[in-house]
């Protein structure tokens, strides 16, 4: 009896202590503890993907300076007045508006540029990060003509970073801090929602790919090596691969944006699973990078992936790496150097900030509310063609989280071409000022893709190729006008241009394309300029 009485009282002390665990929250964060093992975000990643982003846009703001009068004054492609009288989405809002001069956008670009050098060395790291979106979103509402789908990538991203430590590891506010007590690794909401967002894109994506081109037919990728505005010359060798190829690089595709994503959330062995998802994206984005003209899309969804290599990754194969090139040697000298440096300067670069590695509860509650409300929009736009209606999205569009993640779908374009711009000079010649000049000729070019100055005009004539923006023509031939009689003089000044428009469709069940087809735009005369 005194025996079942001992086990009865076992029983119950240790139910008592189970209850008592239960009710201390031992479960939750031993739940958490291993969450964060599988889950987390390491540190190390995430300072790589704060540098990555940083350069990015220094790289993105040196790139559309080459273009800043033709794309953001009043004397390029897209004056304030179409803007003003209806021709852009009235909710988006643009400091870049302020003035139509060149000077007002060169302070801007400063501006932006001096802050995404701050993000990049990790200086005031969130602060930087949040001006640059700002910037960022006034850029994008200033010209939508040039935009493309590495830009939506870029600007969501960057806001969702707001929510992460960026300056945590490898930044100036890490060594001003002499932040040593940092775990290696971090599992929040804002570390959730980051990757969330990221793997959002491929989901919907892949569900928007509702064409046959991606299923049954398997053309998608032979359509997209087909496109004339698109196609590297890498590209164009590719599409003469076997049709079965190129079939099975389709399905591939589709598969690896529907299901990659998910391999982050294996829980068996989830640093494999990481490690080959994030590889296998960055493999396919740079296979992207190397065929076709895709701006800078490619490069920056492998920034983003770089957030979600796991600490295996680098404490395994990296660490191993680096130490058997001797790789890591110098980079410890580099580094100590470089905290020798800002040391020796820290009255200059101010006061230290205490890292806050997660928000505070009323912050975690407005991410809860901006992430799920940012959910639903993607939801939304997934099962309606990529698009949101209505006025309970206008905030998702004032504050530029909403992106149509659309790209080649439902099927990729079949009908692509090239520009011709045909110039009358004073001395009664006829050259093609689009093409720098040259004599005019509407035969096909070797690879039509060059055509395009760069990436920002390659979209801006996509667009104007479509009757949607037909009202962008007649700004584009102006602009034209006044860049080439601005260089010239005399009889080599242009009087007018014709802009015409050579397309070919690719077939549809073959290599090759049909017949050229020939398309007036527009015709502008032009003024001489003194």
């Known amino acids: 009896m005194a025996t079942q009485n001992g086990s009865v009282n076992a029983s119950h002390h240790g139910r008592q202590a189970g209850a008592a665990a239960w009710l201390s929250g031992d479960w939750l964060s031993r739940a958490h503890a291993w969450c964060e093992a ?3 975000l390491d540190l190390r990643s995430i300072a790589l993907f704060r540098m990555g982003i940083g350069a990015l846009l220094v790289s993105d703001l040196v790139t559309r300076a080459i273009d800043l009068r033709a794309h953001y004054t009043d004397v390029g492609i897209l004056p304030r007045e179409h803007l ?5 989405q009235k909710l988006f809002y643009s400091l870049h508006m302020l003035g139509g001069d060149t000077a007002s956008q060169v302070v801007l670009f400063l501006v932006a540029s001096i802050f995404a050098a701050m993000l990049l060395v990790g200086y005031r790291s969130r602060l930087a990060a949040i001006v640059s979106w700002v910037l960022l979103c006034s850029l994008h509402g200033r010209n939508y003509s040039v935009l493309q789908s590495g830009d939506d990538l870029l600007r969501v991203m960057l806001f969702w970073s707001t929510f992460v430590p960026l300056g945590a590891r490898f930044s100036v506010d890490a060594v001003l801090g002499q932040r040593r007590t940092a775990p290696p690794r971090l599992l929040s909401l804002g570390t959730t929602v980051l990757v969330l967002q ?7 994506s892949a569900a928007l790919k509702s064409g046959p081109s991606w299923h049954a037919e398997g053309s998608a990728i032979r359509l997209v090596l087909h496109h004339h505005a698109f196609a590297s010359s890498l590209g164009q060798w590719l599409r003469e691969l076997p ?15 529907l299901c990659g994503p998910l391999l982050f959330f294996v829980p068996w062995n989830t640093f494999w699973w990481r490690t080959l998802g994030a590889l296998a994206f960055i493999g396919f984005h740079f296979g992207l990078l190397l065929t076709l003209e895709l ?13 979600v290599f796991p600490s295996w990754f680098w404490d395994g194969p990296v660490s191993r790496l680096l130490v058997k090139t001797g790789a890591l040697v110098r980079l410890r ?3 100590q150097k470089a905290q ?11 006061p230290a900030r205490p890292l806050a590695l997660r928000p505070s509860w009323l912050g975690l509650l407005s991410l809860l509310v901006i992430a799920g409300y940012t959910g639903y929009g993607s939801a939304y736009a997934m099962t309606h063609g990529g698009n949101v209606d209505g006025e309970r ?3 998702l569009l004032i504050t530029r989280l909403y992106a149509n993640w659309g790209m080649f779908a439902p099927n990729p374009a079949s009908t692509s071409g090239w520009f011709v711009s045909v110039a009358k000079q004073n001395s009664g010649a006829e050259i093609d000022v689009w093409n720098d000049g040259q004599p005019v000729s509407f035969d096909p070019p070797p690879l039509p893709s060059a055509s395009y100055k760069r990436q920002r005009w390659r979209k801006f004539g996509d667009n104007i190729s479509s009757e949607d923006h037909r009202e962008l023509r007649s700004y584009f031939v102006r602009w034209l006008c006044r860049a080439w009689n601005e260089e010239h003089s005399g009889l080599e000044q242009v009087q007018s241009i014709t802009l015409y428009y050579l397309a070919q469709t690719a077939n549809s069940t073959e290599k090759g394309y049909g017949p050229l087809s020939q398309t007036q735009l527009a015709r502008e005369r032009c003024p001489s300029i003194p």
């Open 38 to 40: 599988h889950y987390g």
């Open 84 to 88: 003003i009288s209806g021709g852009e």
């Open 340 to 350: 020798a440096f800002i040391a020796a300067h820290r009255k200059c670069f101010g």
């Open 393 to 395: 999205f206008d905030p």
């Open 243 to 257: 049709e079965s190829t190129l079939q099975g690089l389709t399905w591939q595709v589709w598969w690896l944006e």
């Open 198 to 204: 990221l793997f959002t894109m491929y989901l919907v």
């Open 295 to 307: 701006g800078h899309f490619p490069r920056v969804a492998m920034v983003c992936w770089l957030s």
């Open 333 to 335: 000298e580099l580094s």
